[in-house]
C-alpha cells in the first residue's frame, strides 16, 4: 500500500538511416523546450545569473537517434538551438547554437557549431587521430539555414513560417 511503480516511455519515430552504405534501422525521439539562452556563453542561462541585455529565448529541439550497425550501436544526440528573436544579426527563428554528441563502441565525438553575425565558428572533440580537437571559422550569411533547424521549422514553431503550398528558396551553409 502507498507503493507504485511508474514507467517513463518516450514516444518517438521509426528511424531508417543510412550507415556503412547500407540503410540501418532504430528509434529517433524529438524532444522540444524553452530556453533563457546566454548570448557571450551560448548555454542555457541561470536565473538573475546574467544582465538581461546578455539572454534571449530559444527554442531547443534535442533530437536523440539510436541505431545498430549490425556490429555496435550509435547514440547520437543533437541539439538545435533556435532563437525565438533577433540576435547577432540574424533573424528570429535561425539557429544561434547546434552541438551533436555521438557514441560508439569506438568512441565518442562532441561537435558544436556557434552562428554569429557573420561567420560559423566550430569546434570538434574526436577519438578520431586527426580530429581530435579541431577549432575554426567560416563565412557564414545572415539568413543560411541549418539542416538540424529544420524539424523546429517543419512544426510551424518558428522561422519561416510558410502557408500550405508557399515555398521559399534560402542559402545553404
Not at 529517433?28 to 542561462?45: D, G, M, P, Q
Not at 529565448?57 to 539510436?66: E, G, I, S
Request: contains cysteine; proline residues 8%; hydrophobic residues 40%.
Amino acid at each position: 500500500p502507498g507503493k507504485y511503480t511508474l514507467k517513463m516511455r518516450a514516444v518517438g519515430y521509426d528511424l531508417v538511416t543510412p550507415r556503412y552504405g547500407a540503410p540501418r534501422t532504430g528509434t529517433a525521439v524529438a524532444i522540444f523546450v524553452t530556453e533563457t539562452f546566454s548570448n557571450h556563453l551560448r548555454v542555457k542561462s541561470d536565473p538573475g545569473k546574467h544582465p538581461k541585455s546578455d539572454e534571449f529565448p530559444v527554442l531547443k529541439l534535442n533530437l536523440v537517434q539510436d541505431f545498430a550497425t549490425g556490429i555496435y550501436d550509435y547514440n547520437l544526440q543533437t541539439s538545435a538551438f533556435v532563437a525565438l528573436a533577433p540576435v547577432n544579426g540574424r533573424p528570429a527563428g535561425a539557429a544561434t547554437k547546434v552541438s551533436l554528441s555521438s557514441q560508439e563502441w569506438c568512441g565518442n565525438v562532441y561537435s558544436q557549431l556557434l552562428f554569429d553575425s557573420r561567420d560559423l565558428r566550430f569546434a570538434s572533440h574526436s577519438y578520431f587521430d586527426g580530429e581530435a580537437d579541431l577549432t575554426g571559422s567560416m563565412p557564414c550569411p545572415a539568413d543560411a539555414v541549418d539542416e538540424d533547424a529544420l524539424l523546429v521549422w517543419a512544426r510551424g514553431l518558428a522561422w519561416p513560417l510558410l502557408s500550405p503550398g508557399e515555398s521559399v528558396t534560402l542559402p545553404h551553409v
